[in-house]
């Protein structure tokens, strides 16, 4: 056996004793330690009574909140890196983003794509796999990919020449994307024709569809759901306006025309730019379970003002709100996701607990990985992150290793 298996085994074996903590388990922050051995959240009360061990490692947390690691299910790009259209130096892309994302407390992402010519799709979707997170960055989930059988009447910053119908329905989708091995999510209209299909062969296959970039009404949306789709992407950007009549896909958080069992989640923007305040109270008093706080982050998030690139567009930068170059039409956020929380908290007067879940069980939940991510409850991943009462970043956990901290005074033992 190597050296280097050796290290590991024992290492795996550390018990890690996080205390002086308030704790975010079953939707409240309770006084509690967090303990953690081989990368997972493990009940003490084994370690005690069936093995008689002392923790290894204690770490002192001095009162700061420890919450699960937030995961961003919508992502185009940051740091200068778009997914979409940096395609020969993509893995170099998304190392660079997964290892920006951690000072902002997210363990978890989907990079997303944006409407874009298939051999795009074939060239960048098999380079972004499924990667467990560590100290290189947030662990890769599996792409979003938005587009492109969107509307073209909604079309916001996608390009609409590279926009395409079902027309050989599912076959049409695999032609287009290529391999799908490395897909978790899919963003489409609803309203297109063959659109049913296709939902229920991604669902049936392991992919969460999610409907957007639409002119869908309220009907087809319910549609949609009752094929498998279980998402709405940016809730109340590149849709039909709620309308009293007809509450388009917005009327999705309300219906009862859907299977009892059909939890619909949806996106949320809440970086004081795409969604006013008043909205995000509307969604969250109308539907909190659904609502997943997401940064739709572009290549200019952490850059100065300026020109830059999401996929096949050039956008601009102006007083803090990114824009299609030439235009007043919004194109992503520059927000990153502990931004967002802090102020939908701010907007939405909701608990710092609940804040904290639509950024981590909420996002979990919608794609199917609950027992092991968005949760602190034994046997899940130990990934999580320290704030302080302001939800600021303090530190952030990955399998149980430190990642980023703001101050190495911050522990006093790493």
């Not at 290189?136 to 910053?157: D, Q």
């Not at 759901?225 to 940016?234: E, P, S, W």
């Not at 909190?288 to 100065?304: F, K, N, Q, R």
């Amino acid at each position: 056996m190597s050296s280097s298996t050796v290290a590991l085994s024992e290492t795996d074996k550390k018990l890690t004793q996080f205390r002086n903590c308030r704790v975010l388990r079953n939707h409240r922050l309770v006084e509690d330690d967090v303990w953690v051995r081989g990368g997972k959240i493990i009940d003490p009360e084994k370690v005690f009574f069936d093995e008689k061990l002392q923790a290894d490692v204690q770490i002192d947390c001095h009162g700061c909140i420890v919450a699960p690691g937030f995961i961003d299910l919508q992502i185009n790009g940051g740091y200068g890196v778009d997914f979409s259209f940096d395609v020969e130096t993509v893995e170099q892309g998304v190392l660079k983003v997964a290892k920006g994302l951690i000072a902002h407390g997210v363990t978890s992402f989907c990079p997303t794509l944006v409407t874009s010519p298939p051999e795009t799709y074939h060239a960048v979707l098999p380079r972004i796999r499924r990667t467990a997170g560590g100290r290189h960055g947030a662990t890769v989930l599996g792409c979003h990919v938005e587009g492109p059988f969107i509307n073209t009447n909604k079309k916001g910053a996608h390009p609409p020449e590279c926009i395409k119908e079902f027309d050989q329905g599912i076959a049409t989708v695999r032609e287009v994307y290529g391999s799908m091995d490395n897909v978790q999510i899919i963003t489409l209209a609803p309203e297109k024709a063959g659109a049913s299909e296709v939902i229920q062969e991604l669902s049936n296959n392991g992919i969460t569809v999610s409907v957007g970039h639409s002119m869908a009404n309220l009907s087809d949306g319910e549609i949609a759901v009752r094929h498998g789709a279980r998402l709405i992407t940016h809730l109340f950007n590149a849709m039909l306006p709620f309308h009293h009549r007809d509450p388009g896909l917005v009327g999705l958080l309300t219906t009862d025309n859907i299977p009892p069992d059909a939890l619909v989640y949806f996106g949320i923007i809440s970086d004081g730019v795409h969604t006013h305040p008043a909205a995000l109270r509307i969604a969250y008093k109308t539907h909190p379970s659904g609502l997943i706080l997401v940064t739709d982050a572009i290549s200019a998030m952490g850059l100065a003002e300026g020109r830059h690139r999401i996929g096949q567009m050039e956008i601009e930068i102006r007083s803090g709100r990114a824009y299609v170059a030439g235009t007043n039409t919004l194109c992503g956020s520059i927000a990153p996701m502990d931004e967002c929380i802090r102020f939908f908290k701010k907007a939405s007067n909701c608990s710092i607990e609940y804040a904290l879940e639509a950024a981590s069980l909420h996002p979990a939940r919608c794609i199917g990985i609950e027992k092991r991510k968005g949760t602190l409850d034994f046997g899940a991943d130990a990934d999580f992150v320290l704030l302080d009462d302001e939800l600021n970043v303090q530190s952030t956990w990955i399998a149980g290793e430190c990642v980023y901290q703001t101050n190495a005074d911050v522990l006093n033992a790493l």
